[in-house]
């Protein structure tokens, strides 16, 4: 395990700054496209043999694979295997999967072991608060219950936007953070971008397979190979239902096949071992991230299905902890229909879309489009189907937010006063130009 852990630190260290990298456009040779890709190849210029090897090797193999090389254990590898199949419609023998446990193992909450999580305290509710205050304090007006129905488009370039109950608001600038399918083909609508970019936003993979499944619990588990409903360490960490690589594999397969998983897998966790003001004292919150049930689940509620999916994943975790079940007080099940028609995760993917190779960097969310700027002047995308995007980092919308100061500069550069952000045409390409 340290070794593991010293490895993945290096990693860390070349694919870290890459998640702060602006993907530049390659395959343009328009010369500020190709001195973004030369400077890109510059600054990891010093990467070794084995570096480079080793990147390949994450990107390409499954996490399955990757874990037979380091771990023999298989309690220890399926542990493991959960961070590279969590949230993705793949199993753990599906080439790419080991990408997908780095991106969520190169971050560090601070406690100097890389790829350690957190709680916040009250929750992620308590995240979006802290940055509504930020902004409200900054002088932004914040409104809720008021959905988009449109982008508004004057003279090629975003004008504001149109709710659903008529009212109109405009905006010199537009940043949009939800799915790309509702941003672009819905707000925008197609007859308003170039079809090659209509056609890639069609073919975004987003699919899931994800169910939620909130607990509230009278009594913290009392887990037969460590007894105690007394909070002890293990409650602590993450409780995960994954015992061993085949465990997980026949969930995804099942799901592939069109059935739910029999026997489900789990990442879960105790957020009130730490956080006591999500609920009265005395009680707990058994947080369960679940996978999977089939991916076109998300065009239909299931409701009593995933009732019955929800009782065999409760029935797994109460073979090793028997008071598990009658410490239910109430439960909350939550699948991709809900994730999709209650939150706007289309297909009920939480990433946006999904974290495979073929959706990375300069690919995220399409060819030519991934430096957090748009088809249509003015409009900025900073959802998590933006490159960095999968998990809570804040990144695309840090980048966003550069992007659209950066061509007001540079619009004041050129006229010599305030005004709208402008990006002039470049024919080479099919996109408008940067700045």
């Given at each position: 395990?340290?070794?593991?852990d010293?490895?993945?630190?290096?990693?860390?260290?070349?694919?870290?700054?890459l998640?702060?990298?602006?993907?530049?456009n390659?395959?343009?040779?328009?010369?500020?496209?190709?001195?973004?890709t030369?400077?890109?190849?510059?600054?990891?210029?010093?990467?070794?043999?084995?570096?480079?090897?080793?990147?390949?090797?994450?990107?390409?193999m499954s996490?399955?694979?990757?874990?037979?090389d380091?771990?023999e254990?298989?309690?220890?590898?399926?542990?493991?295997?959960?961070?590279?199949v969590?949230?993705?419609?793949?199993?753990p023998y599906?080439?790419?999967?080991?990408y997908?446990?780095?991106?969520?193992?190169?971050?560090?909450?601070?406690?100097?072991?890389?790829?350690?999580?957190?709680?916040q305290?009250g929750?992620?509710?308590?995240?979006?608060d802290?940055i509504?205050?930020?902004?409200?304090?900054?002088?932004?007006e914040?409104?809720?219950?008021?959905?988009?129905?449109?982008?508004?488009?004057?003279?090629?370039?975003?004008?504001?936007?149109?709710?659903?109950?008529?009212?109109?608001?405009?905006a010199k600038?537009?940043?949009?953070?939800?799915?790309?399918?509702?941003?672009?083909?819905d707000?925008?609508?197609?007859?308003?971008l170039?079809?090659?970019f209509?056609k890639?936003?069609?073919?975004?993979?987003?699919?899931?397979?994800?169910?939620?499944?909130?607990?509230?619990?009278?009594?913290?588990?009392?887990?037969t190979?460590?007894p105690?409903?007394?909070?002890?360490e293990?409650?602590?960490?993450?409780?995960?239902?994954?015992?061993?690589?085949?465990?997980i594999?026949?969930?995804?397969?099942?799901?592939r096949?069109?059935?739910?998983?029999?026997?489900?897998f789990?990442?879960?966790?105790?957020?009130?071992?730490?956080?006591?003001?999500?609920?009265?004292?005395?009680?707990h919150?058994?947080?369960?991230?679940?996978?999977w049930?089939?991916?076109?689940?998300?065009?239909?509620?299931?409701?009593?299905?995933?009732q019955?999916?929800?009782?065999?994943m409760?029935?797994?975790?109460?073979?090793?902890?028997?008071?598990?079940?009658?410490?239910?007080?109430?439960?909350?099940?939550?699948?991709?229909?809900?994730?999709?028609?209650?939150?706007?995760?289309?297909?009920?993917?939480?990433?946006?879309?999904?974290?495979?190779?073929?959706q990375?960097?300069?690919?995220?969310p399409?060819?030519?489009?991934?430096?957090y700027?748009?088809?249509?002047?003015g409009?900025?995308y900073?959802?998590?189907?933006?490159?960095?995007?999968g998990?809570?980092?804040g990144?695309?919308?840090?980048q966003?937010?550069?992007?659209?100061?950066?061509?007001?500069?540079?619009?004041?550069?050129?006229t010599g006063?305030?005004?709208r952000p402008?990006?002039p045409?470049?024919?080479?390409?099919?996109r408008?130009?940067?700045?």
């Amino acid at each position: 395990m340290p070794r593991w852990d010293a490895w993945l630190g290096g990693l860390a260290e070349v694919l870290g700054p890459l998640l702060l990298t602006v993907p530049p456009n390659l395959g343009s040779r328009q010369p500020r496209d190709l001195k973004e890709t030369l400077r890109l190849a510059w600054r990891h210029r010093n990467l070794d043999v084995r570096t480079i090897a080793d990147v390949t090797r994450l990107m390409t193999m499954s996490i399955a694979d990757l874990l037979d090389d380091w771990f023999e254990s298989p309690q220890v590898k399926g542990a493991l295997a959960v961070n590279g199949v969590i949230g993705t419609w793949a199993g753990p023998y599906e080439p790419g999967t080991a990408y997908v446990m780095a991106h969520h193992s190169i971050g560090d909450v601070g406690d100097g072991h890389l790829g350690n999580w957190g709680f916040q305290e009250g929750g992620m509710g308590a995240v979006a608060d802290t940055i509504a205050k930020a902004a409200r304090e900054a002088g932004a007006e914040i409104r809720t219950d008021a959905k988009v129905s449109r982008v508004l488009i004057k003279n090629g370039r975003a004008a504001g936007v149109e709710l659903e109950n008529g009212q109109r608001l405009s905006a010199k600038v537009l940043v949009s953070s939800v799915h790309p399918r509702i941003a672009f083909l819905d707000h925008v609508g197609r007859e308003n971008l170039p079809d090659d970019f209509v056609k890639d936003i069609e073919h975004w993979k987003t699919r899931s397979g994800v169910v939620k499944i909130n607990l509230a619990l009278a009594e913290l588990p009392d887990f037969t190979a460590d007894p105690g409903t007394n909070l002890q360490e293990h409650h602590t960490g993450s409780v995960e239902m994954a015992p061993y690589m085949p465990y997980i594999e026949r969930a995804f397969a099942e799901a592939r096949e069109g059935k739910p998983a029999t026997r489900p897998f789990s990442d879960g966790v105790i957020p009130t071992a730490f956080d006591t003001t999500l609920c009265p004292e005395g009680y707990h919150i058994m947080s369960l991230f679940t996978q999977w049930v089939p991916a076109d689940w998300s065009e239909e509620p299931h409701t009593g299905e995933l009732q019955a999916y929800a009782d065999r994943m409760i029935d797994c975790y109460n073979e090793v902890a028997p008071n598990f079940k009658s410490a239910i007080l109430h439960r909350d099940v939550v699948g991709p229909y809900q994730m999709e028609h209650d939150y706007g995760l289309v297909g009920g993917n939480i990433f946006h879309g999904e974290l495979s190779l073929e959706q990375l960097f300069h690919m995220r969310p399409a060819p030519g489009f991934a430096d957090y700027r748009t088809p249509v002047p003015g409009m900025y995308y900073a959802s998590s189907a933006t490159h960095a995007g999968g998990g809570v980092c804040g990144i695309p919308g840090m980048q966003a937010a550069k992007a659209a100061l950066a061509d007001r500069r540079a619009a004041i550069r050129r006229t010599g006063r305030t005004g709208r952000p402008s990006r002039p045409s470049r024919p080479a390409i099919r996109r408008p130009g940067r700045r």
